[in-house]
């Protein structure tokens, strides 16, 4: 990275996410803006499971296997004098708290819909996150090489469903096996593709003007159609405000086709052209610039046994301000303990390099041996605390045992690191049983697979007679001993030792919540919050 102020350096950096209903193709669209900013040079084919040849940011074995994204990968690499920090996300809902932690993270969202499907349930919850921070979103309609419904119903769905207004960008030529390309409705040109490549190609033939009769020589059946939408589009939609897009209440759109190339790159320049740079933070105490020449930051992410060979454990931390160096000296806010930063890396998927030089809107990795904790804050010393995204109280629960009990101090320790990391949530009973709690079904497969690969402990996984959990707050100590006596077979403790409270059904929580007014009991709780009391 070129040494050029503070200042200068976070001017060009932009920090996204890509977010998606599963298989709308956002793992692929990854790929592509790889790609395209020279990346990498071939795109892995997500589906095709029999080659050797899978996704760059699926680095999980169980990715490999199943074609889905369950962790969140971050990729930096430079474009047009750009450093771009692309962060995937999980797109299946059992995952969906991993998401809204990475959401935390970024400045602005590229919003995948599959052309075909239109907007799905996935979509809406995870732009009600990006609402919440009214996150600037990019929307890439994908897979218009597919039979697929119109574009001006498409859009009509988004509006009407998402509650955003669109300013479309891009217009397909014809869709499905007729998709010719994209009209450039600000640039006034048709930018034409070769479908079915996955190599790069910048020889595409670029067209200027609707009128232009090269249009009806090249698209006889298609180009009344084009003319007709353009003139339509231009007279009943709104025209791109970049104020509107910067504060969320209006979405660029761009058409394409992510596996074919088709309207990537007009994303990857959106982004550099209106997407912000690196925003002030909320630090509790004050508005944190990004300019400012203190370092500080937050980890939004834990991930363990990215490099099986090693065992090792990562923190995902976002700068905020200042300027990371080697062997950077920093405040553990939560600890109050003061750490160095030696070897911090930065990320290119599973290729991972040390880092010599971060500002606010990259994310480094630093080792951790259990210190750090999601939610955690890291400064130069001033108390700052940036917010993170809550824990959901779990809907399934399962109380787990080592098949061979000689294993039981492999499986307390794998279950508490991935606790840890977020990959599932864990509580300890009175009893000293162990009990998973989830969003999904699928984060226990993964756990259990975790755990088997990685810290080779073959489990059981027994039903447990749990409807749900609250976190609990007591007014004083003799509260608490009175509660926690009465209430023992219910009592257990997360991974950051905070009680927690295990009702059996709806009816059983009502009352007992009705029975102990003094006490307060959560459905949510911050990452790595140690709940206090009294």
Request: include cysteine; hydrophobic fraction near 40%.
């Amino acid at each position: 990275m070129a040494e050029g102020s503070i200042a200068e350096e976070v001017r060009r950096r932009r920090t996204f996410a890509i977010i998606s209903h599963p298989d709308a193709g956002k793992t692929t669209l990854t790929e592509k803006l790889l790609l395209f900013g020279g990346a990498i040079l071939l795109a892995g084919t997500v589906k095709a499971r029999k080659s050797a040849r899978h996704a760059t940011s699926d680095w999980m074995e169980v990715e490999k296997q199943r074609g889905i994204s369950v962790t969140s990968s971050v990729m930096q690499f430079e474009y047009a004098d750009h450093v771009i920090n692309l962060l995937d996300t999980p797109g299946h809902q059992d995952f969906s708290e991993d998401t809204y932690r990475v959401l935390t993270a970024v400045d602005a969202v590229v919003m995948v819909i599959d052309a075909a499907k239109g907007v799905e349930a996935q979509t809406i919850k995870l732009l009600e996150v990006c609402r919440l921070r009214n996150t600037p979103i990019i929307t890439f309609v994908n897979k218009l090489d597919r039979e697929v419904r119109s574009p001006v119903e498409l859009l009509e769905e988004i509006e009407s469903v998402l509650h955003i207004d669109c300013a479309p960008v891009t217009w397909p030529l014809g869709m499905g096996k007729a998709f010719r390309g994209v009209f450039h409705l600000l640039n006034d040109r048709l930018m034409r593709f070769t479908g079915g490549e996955e190599r790069r190609t910048d020889d595409a033939e670029r067209i200027t003007g609707l009128d232009n009769p090269r249009l009806d020589e090249l698209f006889p059946d298609e180009v009344a159609a084009l003319r007709s939408d353009v003139e339509l589009i231009r007279g009943a939609s709104e025209p791109l405000s970049l104020e509107r897009f910067l504060a969320g209440t209006q979405s660029p759109v761009f058409f394409g086709s992510g596996i074919n190339n088709f309207g990537v790159q007009e994303v990857l320049q959106a982004l550099i052209d209106w997407a912000p740079p690196p925003q002030p933070r909320d630090g509790t105490l004050r508005e944190v610039q990004p300019t400012e020449p203190a370092f500080s930051g937050f980890v939004f992410k834990i991930q363990a046994n990215m490099d099986p060979k090693h065992r090792d454990r990562i923190a995902f931390f976002r700068v905020c301000s200042g300027r990371y160096s080697p062997g950077i000296k920093v405040r553990h806010l939560r600890t109050g303990k003061d750490m160095k930063i030696g070897n911090a890396l930065t990320f290119m998927a599973n290729e991972r390099v040390a880092s010599e030089d971060a500002v606010a809107g990259d994310i480094i990795g630093i080792h951790n041996h259990g210190q750090l904790q999601i939610g955690d804050t890291l400064t130069e010393g001033e108390a700052l605390s940036f917010r993170g995204i809550p824990y959901f109280a779990p809907e399934l629960f399962r109380i787990a045992r080592p098949r061979d009990p000689f294993k039981s101090k492999q499986l307390y320790k794998g279950l508490r690191e991935l606790g840890e990391e977020g990959a599932i949530q864990v509580f300890e009973t009175e009893t000293g049983n162990l009990l998973l709690g989830a969003v999904g079904v699928l984060q226990f497969e993964i756990v259990a697979q975790r755990l088997s690969t990685e810290y080779k402990v073959d489990a059981v996984y027994d039903a447990a007679d749990i409807h749900t959990a609250r976190w609990l707050i007591f007014p004083g100590e003799e509260v608490r001993k009175r509660f926690e006596r009465e209430q023992a077979a219910r009592m257990a403790r997360d991974v950051d030792d905070n009680p927690v409270y295990l009702s059996s059904n709806r009816y059983n929580l009502q009352v007992t919540e009705e029975r102990w007014p003094e006490v307060a009991f959560h459905a949510t709780r911050e990452h790595g919050q140690r709940i206090a009391q009294g």
